[in-house]
């Protein structure tokens, strides 16, 4: 067996800013979160110690003094430090280019500076040595991988792909980055020497791409990223249970006689224990902590703050000169910040976190978080892309001016709402914030969400905005300049910066304004006619029903009018009948005859439309039926996939409004019939036959562990979201779900029939994985 060399140096990335950790990490940088009385950086400089590298570069950006000023050149910790603080980011990657002088030609290890582990990095050296690899990275299972970035891996451990930070969909393995790499210097060598670069986004990507060999693998031992203080508590309570192999002797302090101390705990020095007090289980204390007299602390950690007489405090962090008065009671997943008091016989509900200073009255209950700037309670992206809540609750004036002062940084933001004065109110609260940050706003008369979407394609903003109110509860949709939904990325900037309180305010001479944009539900239908023609000559007599209703019919209505239908409005037999839902992104059909033509039998009807009278491509979704497939063999044309098929079926896509918008949709169709005289029952006759049933399997363990198994033992292909496998004649379609711990299965068969019996089979085959 070959001799391992360890490398002899190492590099910490500890430039991160810990946004999501606030308020814990408001005034320090990341990796000095303070955790068993010194921060996490510490404990990451133990590890390598104990490896025995003790030559270590540490990059750093936000903050820097905090670091050097802590850990000086390294002497109290055994190894030798030398620094390299950035100007301007530059990625992970590139941030590791600059310390290359330092490095020389050795491997060598990264490692970030604000996670905590014990992984065994010998072990993963010699995988390292023995696969000679260009680029070896520490891998760990996660159950909810989507803050990660996923590393599909082969049974020898060869990288085969990444995903960064995924939706839900893409979710086939649980196996994610922990940003722990030994690096070769042909890996650094494909890094330029100036500007931004990230190993995971772009660097991995592209050697793999090159075809250099990349391994990853599962090494024994403990990791977790201190992604949010959730995160937090758990690494603090799997320290004391000992899952994590950390120094907790050092720093820990004596328990003095009376209190009541119910282990695992972490007790550290000039902690204040009175007597008949309670501390425990999984607790941390730290210097200069103070709990009272019949006060209880429990799964919590204190970071100098002072619990006060008969005072609950349950699963929260208390920071630095933090106060529960008498009484108080402080409920799980709660943050005080340095300062934040909470008044005698006060609540503080589960999840609520005071920013630094903030106080709860005495008798008073917090329920939702006090920040200065941020907001009080995250708003997440659905899987569709949409902002969802209640109005006056989740989705308020103040939510929406923040909102607002982050689109308003684009300049232009499109703006157009539906259904109520709800909507009205929290349009204008939107308005006022893009004013704020010095943006203009384009105020529409578009009726609905895909006549927005098409707004802000037809004028090229940058952004635009619909609401539509149901009730007492709304929904925001964000398109980007293409019409199409912000992409996952865009969405994930705003749900951060919404939350740290980013956004931008300008002086009275730089306040933006209003423009009235009128006339979008003739322009859109105009445009839907025009594009969706298939020849320039006049369509044959043709006549179909529009359903009743106002909004996205209505435009389907003008639009089909002007193709040159005969419209008439409602719902009978003798003509096609469509109808809009969804906001307009969605199309119903029924033929002559009163039947429903399913919306996946709509897709493959335009895919054959686009081959036969199109440009003999198209693009549709990963889940989209296989019959698309069928049809386009069958007219020698070619039929791309969304996720799977990279940037030339996202072109694909953007450029065929039709299989993504109702009203397009409607009228492709309708320039089919009226250029062939066919009816709509004979069109969807001359596709195959198939039929599709859908199910969810709820799981017990994680998605990604699932996905993962399917993929090995059903011999599923990923699709880039989820995976797909041929079964006999049929086909079978998994893909996790976003909203709970389920896997949703589509079958493809002949018939209705056999699309259940296959859906049934796989729903048991992917129970009997999750057993």
Not at 61 to 84: K, M, Q, S
Not at 192 to 212: I, N, S, T, V, W
Not at 567 to 588: E, I, K
Not at 662 to 673: D, H, Q, S
Request: proline fraction near 5%; glycine fraction near 14%.
């Amino acid at each position: 067996m070959e001799k391992v060399v360890f490398p002899v140096k190492a590099v910490i990335l500890a430039g991160g800013e810990g946004s999501r950790l606030r308020p814990l990490t408001i005034g320090r940088p990341k990796p000095m979160t303070p955790l068993f009385g010194k921060p996490v950086l510490g404990h990451i400089l133990d590890l390598l110690r104990r490896h025995g590298i003790t030559e270590i570069a540490v990059t750093l950006r936000c903050l820097p003094a905090a670091v050097t000023d802590f850990f000086g050149d390294g002497g109290e910790y055994g190894v030798r430090l030398t620094y390299f603080i950035e100007e301007e980011p530059l990625g992970t990657a590139g941030g590791v280019k600059r310390c290359m002088d330092f490095l020389g030609e050795e491997d060598f290890l990264v490692v970030s500076g604000d996670g905590v582990c014990d992984l065994e990095l010998g072990e993963l050296m010699a995988l390292h040595q023995s696969c000679r690899s260009t680029a070896t990275l520490a891998l760990c299972r996660r159950e909810e991988p989507l803050e990660y970035g996923l590393v599909r891996t082969d049974s020898q451990g060869r990288i085969l792909g990444f995903v960064e930070k995924p939706g839900w969909r893409q979710v086939d393995t649980e196996l994610v980055n922990t940003g722990i790499y030994i690096l070769s210097r042909r890996a650094m060598d494909r890094v330029p020497e100036e500007g931004p670069c990230d190993f995971g986004k772009e660097l991995f990507p592209r050697l793999l791409a090159e075809g250099e060999p990349l391994y990853g693998w599962e090494v024994p031992g403990y990791w977790q990223d201190m992604g949010d203080c959730a995160a937090y508590l758990e690494a603090a309570a799997d320290a004391l249970e000992g899952k994590v192999d950390l120094d907790l002797e050092e720093g820990r302090g004596r328990i003095p006689a009376g209190a009541v101390v119910r282990e695992p705990c972490w007790i550290g020095r000039r902690v204040s224990l009175a007597p008949g007090c309670t501390v425990g289980p999984y607790t941390v204390l730290g210097e200069g902590s103070t709990v009272a007299t019949g006060a209880v602390v429990e799964r919590s950690v204190l970071l100098g703050g002072a619990v006060g007489e008969g005072a609950e405090v349950s699963g929260a962090i208390l920071c630095k000169g933090s106060q529960v008065h008498p009484w108080a009671v402080v409920g799980p997943g709660a943050v005080l910040g340095e300062r934040a008091v909470v008044g005698t016989e006060a609540i503080v509900a589960p999840g609520v976190k005071l920013w630094p200073g903030h106080r709860v009255s005495e008798g008073g209950k917090a329920t939702a978080s006090q920040v200065t700037g941020g907001q009080a309670a995250p708003l997440k992206f659905s899987a569709g892309g949409a902002l969802r809540g209640r109005i006056g609750e989740e989705l308020t004036p103040e939510t929406l001016v923040a909102l607002g002062s982050l689109l308003g940084e684009e300049e232009q933001v499109g703006l157009g709402w539906a259904g109520g004065r709800g909507a009205d109110m929290l349009a204008r609260a939107v308005g006022s914030g893009v004013a704020a940050a010095g943006g203009t706003v384009l105020v529409s008369d578009a009726p609905c969400s895909s006549a927005g979407a098409w707004l802000g394609r037809y004028y090229g903003l940058p952004v635009t905005l619909f609401i539509q109110q149901d009730g007492d509860t709304a929904e925001l949709r964000l398109f980007g300049s293409d019409g199409l939904p912000l992409s996952r990325d865009g969405q994930r900037r705003l749900e951060g910066a919404l939350l740290r309180g980013e956004g931008s305010r300008v002086p009275a001479g730089r306040v933006g304004g209003f423009e009235t944009v009128a006339g979008t539900r003739p322009g859109y239908a105009s445009e839907a006619a025009r594009l969706s023609q298939l020849v320039s000559i006049p369509l044959r007599p043709l006549t179909v029903q529009v359903e009743r209703g106002e909004g996205a019919n209505d435009v389907l209505a003008s639009a089909l009018t002007a193709l040159g239908c005969r419209v008439r409005r409602g719902s009978g037999r003798g003509y096609p009948v469509f109808s809009a839902d969804w906001g307009g992104f969605r199309l119903a059909a029924w033929d002559e005859e009163g039947r429903l033509i399913s919306p996946d039998r709509l897709l493959v009807l335009l895919t054959r439309i686009e081959m036969e009278q199109g440009r003999k491509a198209a693009a549709l979704p990963s889940w989209a039926p296989a019959a698309a497939e069928g049809v386009a063999r069958g007219s020698r044309g070619r039929l791309l996939r969304l996720g799977r098929d990279g940037e030339e079926a996202q072109r694909l896509w953007r450029e065929q409004p039709w299989f993504w918008d109702g009203i397009f949709a409607a009228c492709r169709i309708a320039a089919r019939l009226g250029l062939t005289g066919e009816t709509l029952a004979l069109l969807d006759h001359s596709i195959p036959r198939f039929a599709t049933a859908r199910g969810e399997v709820p799981l017990r363990s994680g998605r990604g562990r699932v996905m993962g198994r399917a993929l090995e033992t059903l011999s599923a292909a990923p699709q880039g979201e989820g995976a797909r496998l041929k079964v006999g004649e049929g086909w079978v379609y998994l893909a996790p779900m976003s909203s709970r711990n389920a896997l949703r299965i589509i079958a493809e068969a002949a018939d209705m029939e056999a699309a259940e019996e296959l859906c049934g089979i796989y729903e048991e085959k992917l129970r009997e994985l999750d057993r």
